[in-house]
């Protein structure tokens, strides 16, 4: 029987996540998550604003983008709710570097979003 365990972790002023992975009481796999993870691959609903940097978005490089609010016109507008996926982590003062083209990878299969066309 496989059991997994997580649980919070905080030594030496270091905090995290730690996962266990056990297969017949014996433990076979031990994963250790510090709290700056890297959310680079992860996928989020973003809503665009004017004021601040959460992270960037190039039109250039993203001429059809995935909104998911209903609209009349495929330019970016404040509000707009896009799904978007990190590139590229922030480093320093830079900020997150986001795609509107979407892609899921797994051991024998890889999907992509390309830049096909608009959900809403």
Known sequence: MKKLVITDYNV???SGKLSM?????REIRIGIYDNEESVLGN??????RDIGKV????IKDNPRPLFLNRKNTDKV??????????LKDGIK???PLVSSIIS???KYA????EQAGRVG
């Open 93 to 95: 003062s830079k900020a």
């Open 77 to 86: 507008c404040m509000g707009d709710l896009m799904l978007v996926q990190v």
């Open 104 to 106: 899921f990878g797994g």
């Open 55 to 58: 992270c960037y978005f190039s």
């Open 21 to 25: 992975l056990f297969e017949d009481n």
């Open 43 to 48: 996928i989020y609903v973003a809503r665009v």
């Open 12 to 14: 030496n002023n270091t």
């Open 110 to 113: 890889a999907i992509t979003r």
